[in-house]
């Protein structure tokens, strides 16, 4: 009766938890887009390529936002008959259709700033340093709301929305700077460096993109640690046939073929699994598919020979 009890608080404690974490990033999504708004307006009024780019970045966040906020609701369904590991992998494209956004719009605020760094024209200073304060106030408040959340999504968001305090940062100190100085030549400087910063992130994400949906092994695994934790239980012989990738970037996979030392008996077949299961999910694999092999056993896969 108390372990029924158990599992219907814990159950209610999840539910909680998930509800808690899209009300944060659904916060962050809103602050986000709407500051992305008065940007653009603000960029124009100010003639500061520099948060014009920012916009674009901005813009490409509240996509990345609102991809996370649906994905974060999506990714509590389970596996179906269509999808038989779940809906994790959909996060995926929310990564790759931000990246693209914020790629196409680099180039084209590349494209405009580059002739200003050239002939470089008079902003508007006071209302350039009033955007950049109300922008760290406004991001900063999003991070803040992020940071009492503990999943991996709202961390990854807060990561975002910490980039946006730092470019914004950069206006602040630039705006001081062309305050005592005649040097508009700053604001298409930093407008510059803010593109080329987002097209350094982007061009990451989509590597490390591409390796999950290649099925490359995950980045935070080492097989030879792996294999080397395995052998060393005891009846274990040999380790072969180790397979492993990632769902989502976070949520990792494996299939592997252990050999024993001699036959045992069922019940410590299913203890020696559950200790396996338990060691690797310490080295960062949450799922993992375990095959028992006697020596000389014959193994007809390819990595068995």
């Known amino acids: 009766m108390n372990d029924k009890k158990e599992v219907k608080h814990s159950h209610s404690h999840t539910h909680s938890h998930n509800y808690d974490s899209e009300k944060n990033i659904g916060f962050a999504f809103w602050m986000n887009i709407s500051f992305a708004i008065i940007e653009v307006i603000g960029g ?9 780019s920012d916009a674009v970045h901005d813009f490409g966040d509240s996509i990345s936002l609102g991809l996370a906020w649906y ?32 790629l196409v719009g680099s180039i084209l605020i590349l494209s405009e700033t580059i002739p200003r760094i050239i002939n470089p024209q008079e902003t508007n200073i006071k209302g350039m340093f009033i955007l950049s304060i109300f922008g760290v106030i406004v991001n900063g408040a999003a ?14 968001v807060s990561l975002h929305m910490m980039e946006d305090v730092l470019g914004w940062l950069a206006i602040f ?46 980045v935070d695994i080492d097989i030879d640690e792996i294999k080397k934790a395995i ?21 990792n996979i494996a299939t592997t073929h252990v050999v024993l030392k001699q036959n045992i008996p069922m019940d410590e077949t299913s203890i020696l699994k559950e200790t396996i299961r338990d060691k690797l999910k310490q080295l960062n694999i ?13 193994c007809i896969f390819e990595e068995c020979i």
């Not at 124009?44 to 014009?52: K, Y």
């Not at 991070?143 to 990854?156: C, H």
């Not at 993992?288 to 000389?296: A, K, R, S």
């Open 44 to 52: 124009l009024i100010t003639n500061s390529v520099a948060i014009l």
């Open 71 to 102: 994905f974060q609701r999506l990714s509590k369904k389970g596996s179906d008959e269509k999808y038989s590991y779940g809906y994790k992998r959909f996060s995926l494209l929310g990564a790759i259709i931000n990246s693209v956004v914020l």
């Open 143 to 156: 991070i803040l709301r992020l940071r009492k959340g503990n999943t991996l999504n709202e961390r990854v």
């Open 173 to 218: 100190i630039g705006t001081i700077i062309m305050y005592f100085f005649d040097a508009p030549i700053i604001d298409p400087i930093m407008s510059v460096l803010i593109s080329f910063y987002i097209l350094f992130n982007v061009f990451k994400n989509i590597k490390l993109s591409m390796r999950v949906i290649l099925q490359g092994t995950p």
């Open 231 to 251: 052998t060393e239980m005891e009846n274990v012989e040999s380790v072969h046939d180790f397979h492993s990738w990632s769902v989502d970037g976070n949520y």
């Open 286 to 298: 949450q799922h993992v598919t375990i095959e028992l092999e006697t020596i000389g056993e014959e």
